[in-house]
T-cell receptor
Framework: GQSLEQPSEVTAVEGAIVQINCTYQ??????LSWYQQHDGGAPTFLSY????GLEETGRFSSFLSRSDSYGYLLLQELQMKDSASYFC?????????????FGKGTRLSVIA | DAGITQSPRHKVTETGTPVTLRCHQT?????MYWYRQDPGHGLRLIHY???????DKGEVSDGYSVSRSKTEDFLLTLESATSSQTSVYFC????????????FGPGTRLLVL
């Protein structure tokens, strides 16, 4: 099986940097994904790490360490619109032909 | 974004009645998924499909069934709705086997009284 742990809530100030951590346990590993979900909306894809290291997409970066079964999402220059829930996700390692399993989500509140 | 629609978007029903939710996609994606989302639980997989007439159970499949007779449609049926099935239901699709991106529909809010 698989499990993912991430903080339930994080609060940060507008313009600051925030890091959302995710640790996982899987029987195999096919990469770590991140999704964003605004209140009342649907989850949307943010980033994917298949290999160790940092992936950068604009203000958002995601990091993976496979040896530590750990990753994080880094949000820079926080804006009020970044207030949302963020989910890390892994694919069941029994095979690549399986769905994503999601963590319980981290609710980010950006304050002025 | 993938063209994914869900119907109905909102539904109120009574305990014991059957309910069917529909997911329709226009992207010809092979994989389709049904998740439910509840406070404190995140997104939990109910059932998924890896092709027409090919489906498999997810983490919380009890009380649910699915059918996929066409690539574009994936139906979720609550055989006899219970109050514990009050939730927001999301359909999602994916293209290739190892594709990490899943595209989500807008969701269906279901209230079982």
């Amino acid at each position: 099986g698989q499990s993912l742990e991430q903080p339930s809530e994080v609060t940060a100030v507008e313009g600051a940097i925030v890091q959302i951590n995710c640790t996982y346990q899987t029987s195999g590993f096919y990469g770590l994904s991140w999704y964003q979900q605004h209140d009342g909306g649907a989850p949307t894809f943010l980033s994917y790490n298949g290999l160790d290291g940092l992936e950068e997409t604009g203000r958002f970066s995601s990091f993976l360490s496979r040896s530590d079964s750990y990753g994080y999402l880094l949000l820079q220059e926080l804006q009020m619109k970044d207030s949302a829930s963020y989910f890390c996700a892994v694919r069941d390692g029994r095979s690549g032909n399986t769905p994503l399993v999601f963590g319980k989500g981290t609710r980010l509140s950006v304050i002025a | 974004d993938a063209g994914i629609t869900q119907s109905p978007r909102h539904k109120v029903t009574e305990t014991g009645t059957p309910v069917t939710l529909r997911c329709h996609q226009t992207e010809n994606h092979r994989y389709m998924y049904w998740y439910r989302q509840d406070p404190g639980h995140g997104l939990r997989l109910i059932h998924y499909s890896y092709g027409v007439k090919d489906t498999d159970k997810g983490e919380v499949s009890d009380g649910y069934s699915v059918s996929r007779s066409k690539t574009e449609d994936f139906l979720l049926t609550l055989e006899s709705a219970t109050s514990s099935q009050t939730s927001v239901y999301f359909c999602a699709t994916g293209g290739t086997r190892l594709q990490e991106t899943q595209y989500f529909g807008p969701g269906t809010r279901l209230l079982v009284l």
